[in-house]
């Protein structure tokens, strides 16, 4: 598999602050074997082992089989929204704490990118959820999550106040410290912490849930794929947050509007052994529920599981 007139080529996505160095070793060494090329975004490249090719971030998709996403599932994110549209899929290497979306761990990097450039994975798509209506810091009018779009407070100034609407027609107010719409992907992020519930990502659906509510709607509503929905500030609001993945992306003022809809097939996610990603999932969303620290985990295993040799 080769794109026209070219060797494969991979694009690498890093974690912002982790070190990557030793994985990224792996995939241009696998690289070099294969005659294929690696490209990262332009300030990268001396983060990774070289050779690479650094190309501006909003090239960095376009013409790859396939983006590796380094780190977490912050960073499978970040790995998403650069390919969103282009069909290009995103396989995720776990270097974080808990990986509920990626699936391949460091020592298995270069038998799983054999697979992708032989077309030997499956692939999930994935939806987004778009917002538009307030100009965003960076100057934009639009912002694509993959996980959920979230009203929040802002410490010392005041609760989130605002309308419901779906399809133009008033649904009712939330006031809370956060309204959150989630994807089902982003099911088991925000959304979840909130109290929402877990949809599974084969599902269209969108969730709406707010954090904390003091007042107005206090559960989590789900929404067609189809829905269009608005959440407008109310005069009683204070001064939000408009958070895109997580990611501060502008100020919210009493009055300000926002709409959000969802784009089907939106990103896409490699799988290659999809059973056994699912359990993984599985049980680290059950270990969220406990209340202990990851060494506190360990003293409950077996000597012989939780221990290295002496």
């Known amino acids: 598999m080769t794109t026209a007139g070219g060797p494969p080529r991979i694009g690498l996505v890093l974690h912002p602050t982790r070190d990557v160095f030793s994985v990224s070793e792996q995939v241009v060494r696998w690289a070099g074997e294969q005659g294929a090329q690696v490209v990262v975004a332009a300030g990268d490249g001396g983060r990774v082992a070289g050779p690479v090719v650094e190309v501006p971030p909003e090239d960095l998709a376009p013409g790859c089989h396939a983006l590796v996403s380094l780190g977490g599932d912050g ?56 917002v538009t209506g307030v100009e ?121 509007r926002i709409e959000v809809v969802e784009e089907r097939d939106a990103g896409h996610v490699v799988r290659l052994d999809r059973a056994r990603h699912d359990r993984r999932s599985r049980v680290k969303l059950s270990l969220l529920d406990l209340p202990l620290l990851p060494e506190e985990l360990r003293e409950l295993l077996p000597r012989e599981l939780g221990h290295a040799p002496d």
């Open 136 to 256: 965003l810091e960076d100057g934009s009018t639009s912002a694509v999550a993959f996980n959920d779009v979230a009203l929040s407070r802002c410490p010392g100034d005041g609760i989130a106040s605002a309308a419901l609407s779906i399809d133009g027609q008033g649904y009712g107010v939330y006031r809370c410290d956060a309204v959150i719409v989630a994807t089902p992907m982003g099911s088991t992020a925000y959304s979840y912490a909130a109290g929402g519930p877990v949809v599974s990502p084969t599902l269209s659906a969108m969730v709406v849930a707010p954090a904390s509510p003091w007042s107005g709607i206090s559960r989590p509503v789900v929404l067609s794929p189809e829905d269009h929905l608005a959440l407008e500030l109310l005069p009683d609001s204070g001064v939000l947050a408009l958070e895109v993945d997580g990611r501060v992306l502008a100020p919210l003022a009493p009055g300000a």
């Open 75 to 130: 960073t499978m994110l970040g790995a998403l929204r650069a390919s969103a549209g282009t069909g290009v899929p995103v396989l995720g290497v776990n270097l974080g704490r808990v990986g509920v979306l990626v699936e391949v761990e460091p020592a298995e990097v270069a038998p799983a990118l054999q697979r992708v450039v032989e077309g030997r994975y499956s692939v999930e798509a994935r939806p987004a959820l778009r």
